[in-house]
């Protein structure tokens, strides 16, 4: 089992390194960063995902508060 664990983690590992090497050249070549966000962003619903774990982390937090 944790041989597999390694295999995924080298997978994913070797996907973020490919799309950061993807951004970079694309950020070399003169493209906008914001561009580049908003496009992902329409793609994967970043924002979305952002303020959904805000939100998670603040009912957390709040939680945590009260049980002290």
């Not at 982390?57 to 002290?68: D, E, F, K, P, Y």
Request: aromatic share 8%; with cysteine; charged share 10%.
């Amino acid at each position: 089992m944790k041989k597999i664990w390694k295999v995924i983690g080298v997978i994913v590992l070797v996907f973020a390194l490919i799309g950061a090497i993807c951004v970079g050249i694309g950020l070399f070549t003169g493209a906008d960063a914001a561009r580049i966000y908003s496009i992902v962003d329409k793609q994967f619903n970043i924002g979305q995902l952002i303020n959904g774990y805000r939100t998670q982390v603040n009912q957390i937090m709040q939680n945590a508060a009260s049980l002290l």
